[in-house]
C-alpha cells in the first residue's frame, strides 16, 4: 500500500525561485494536510483541505498557496523562496477529522 | 505558547528496561489525544491514540495513560528495544484559529542503548 506519498525528497532553492511540492493518497480520504517541522520542534500546520476544491488556512500560511483539484491530490506551492521556509515539509491526510493522520516520507527543502 | 509540550527533551534507556514518555497539555476541551514516533529521516508514525472519555489504552507492547485532573498524559513503553529509537511527539486535537487542528508538541528523543 502506498499511502501518502510526497515528491521530491530533496530540494535546493535558490532565494526567490518557485517550487509545488506534489503529495498524493490512495486511501480516499477527504482531509489532507500540510505540516512544516523545523529543527527540534513539533510540527506546525501550514494548510489543510476538507475535500476537493476546499482549502483552509493553518497556523502559518504564509509564503504558501495550495490547490485541491481532486480528492488524491494535494500540492503546496512556494512562490518566492525565502531562508525562513527551510525545513522538512509532511503531508497527511484522515478520513475525516479528529481522526489518525498519516504521514508521508517528507520533502526536505533548503532556501540558500 | 504551545498547547502540548512533554517534560523531557531527551530519554536515555538500557534495552529491556520500561520506558516512561510523559506529555503535559493545557487545553482542557481537549477529548482526543495522539502518540506518533518518528525515525530520522521518516514521517510520524501513529503508536497509538486514546478520547478523553478513557484514562487508559494498550497496544502491542505500549500504554498510553490520560489523567485529565492534571491534563498529562504518558506513554508507556515495556522492554524497550533499540528499534524504538525515535522521537516521540504528543499531539492533541484543539481548536484554534485553523478551526480543529492537531497540536504537537516539541517531542522527546528516545535513546535506547544495548
Known amino acids: 500500500n502506498a499511502g501518502v506519498t510526497q515528491t521530491p525528497k530533496f530540494r535546493i532553492l535558490k532565494i526567490g525561485q518557485s517550487m509545488t511540492l506534489q503529495c498524493t493518497q490512495d486511501?480516499?480520504?477527504?482531509?489532507m494536510y500540510w505540516y512544516r517541522q523545523d529543527p527540534g520542534m513539533g510540527l506546525k500546520l501550514i494548510y489543510y483541505?476538507?475535500?476537493?476544491?476546499?482549502?483552509d488556512k493553518g497556523e502559518v500560511p504564509n509564503g504558501y498557496n495550495v490547490s485541491r483539484s481532486t480528492t488524491e491530490d494535494f500540492p503546496l506551492r512556494l512562490e518566492l523562496a525565502a531562508p525562513s521556509q527551510t525545513s522538512v515539509y509532511f503531508c497527511?491526510?484522515?478520513?475525516?477529522?479528529?481522526?489518525?493522520?498519516?504521514f508521508g516520507a517528507g520533502t526536505r527543502l533548503s532556501v540558500l | 505558547g504551545e498547547s502540548v509540550g512533554l517534560h523531557l527533551p531527551t530519554l536515555s534507556v538500557q534495552e529491556g528496561d520500561n520506558s516512561i514518555i510523559n506529555c503535559a497539555y493545557s487545553?482542557?476541551?481537549?477529548?482526543?489525544f495522539i502518540w506518533y514516533k518518528q525515525e530520522s529521516g521518516k514521517g510520524p508514525q501513529f503508536i497509538i491514540d486514546?478520547?478523553?472519555?478513557?484514562d487508559k489504552r494498550q497496544g502491542q507492547r505500549v500504554t498510553v495513560l490520560l489523567n485529565k485532573t492534571v491534563k498529562h498524559l504518558s506513554l508507556q513503553i515495556a522492554a524497550t528495544q533499540p528499534g524504538d529509537s525515535a522521537v516521540y511527539f504528543c499531539?492533541?486535537?484543539?481548536?484554534?484559529?485553523?478551526?480543529?487542528?492537531?497540536?504537537f508538541g516539541k517531542g522527546t528523543t528516545l535513546s535506547v542503548s544495548s
Open positions: 497527511a491526510s484522515t478520513l475525516a477529522g479528529r481522526n489518525i493522520q498519516y
Open positions: 486511501m480516499n480520504h477527504n482531509y
Open positions: 483541505s476538507v475535500g476537493a476544491g476546499i482549502t
Open positions: 487545553n482542557s476541551a481537549s477529548d482526543y
Open positions: 486514546i478520547r478523553s472519555n478513557m
Open positions: 499531539a492533541e486535537y484543539a481548536i484554534n484559529q485553523a478551526g480543529t487542528a492537531l497540536i
